[in-house]
């Protein structure tokens, strides 16, 4: 008789947590999704980025960059929209099967039954089930805050990619007078791959700066500058390791030169360190991250000619 009242004491209190549960605030109200609009936007700033590129002499590195950069972050939005809904879901399922059924986590079943000899007594047990909800709730509200930042980072990637492409096209005169100053060029038999200008840019800082490790040119299926012939990597370090002080500060000298020669060699941007420079739209700017030390271009200075 006793062990009985017990156990119906045990679920009453459960029955109450997850009732509590179900009453937890979240800090804020669910912020909005992703405007559905974004992705309209997407494909028609992509097709202006497609038509400055063939009008610009190709491989607009900058706006490329930032492209990649609203691509990233609307994926990490979605990402994380589906986290928050799934765990909502579950928060909302968890709490609302406790309060029909009176039950508790299945790690607490033996404890919950009838066997008046459980590990916990009743109070313990409401408090390990508050808790564990309550964590749950929290990891909720987490989600929501970091969807909802990443949701305003796209936004604003997407409205500084629009910023670029409409500051390219006021400036379409001089950039159309400069790509037309270089006739272009095919990939040459003997060279290795690259066209003349490139192999002649090659040549020049390789005896300016070199020997370097290695001087990578011809990728082919590289749908950028490394495909046709028109680009090179100057490589300061081997082996995606991080260039020692003196190799960086030789990278610094190949970048600058690259910049300061860019006129006469026909170079059209430079990458070096996370940071691109395009002779298109003059100035370093920041590279988003692409995740390591040969990919940030911190082991090696790009070149690209026109």
């Known amino acids: 008789m006793e062990a009985r009242s017990s156990a119906r004491r045990r679920r009453a209190v459960l029955a109450v947590a997850a009732a509590g549960i179900l009453a937890l605030p979240l800090a804020g109200a669910v912020p909005a999704d992703a405007d559905p609009g974004d992705s309209g936007r997407m494909e028609k700033l992509n097709r202006q980025i497609a038509k400055l590129d063939r009008a610009y002499g190709g491989d607009l590195a900058k706006l490329k960059d930032a492209q990649f950069g609203v691509q990233k972050a609307m994926k990490s939005a979605d990402t994380l929209r589906k986290e928050r809904d799934d765990a909502q879901r579950l928060v909302a399922q968890l709490a609302a099967n406790q309060y029909m059924t009176g039950g508790g986590d299945p790690a607490l079943t033996a404890i919950s039954s009838d066997d008046p000899s459980g590990f916990l007594n009743t109070a313990s047990l409401a408090q390990h089930l508050a808790t564990n909800q309550a964590a749950r709730v929290q990891q909720v509200q987490k989600l929501i805050d970091q969807q909802e930042k990443a949701r305003k980072e796209a936004e604003q990637k997407i409205e500084d990619l ?129 995740g390591g030390i040969t990919a940030n271009h911190y082991d090696h200075v790009h070149i690209s000619v026109f």
């Open 162 to 290: 629009q910023k670029e492409i409409d500051d390219l096209k006021k400036q379409r005169k001089r950039i159309q007078a400069l790509v037309k100053k270089y006739k272009p060029q095919s990939p040459s038999v003997g060279m290795g791959g690259v066209t003349p200008r490139m192999l002649h840019v090659k040549q020049v800082i390789d005896a300016e700066f070199g020997p370097f490790p290695t001087i990578g040119c011809t990728r082919p299926g590289d749908p950028q500058d490394h495909g046709t012939g028109r680009a090179c990597d100057f490589m300061e370090s081997s082996g995606g390791s991080m260039p020692t002080a003196t190799r960086q500060q030789n990278g610094d000298q190949v970048a600058a030169y690259a910049i300061s020669h860019a006129s006469s060699l026909g170079i059209k941007y430079v990458i070096w360190r996370q940071r691109i420079y395009d002779m298109r739209s003059p100035g370093w700017r920041a590279m988003e991250n692409r």
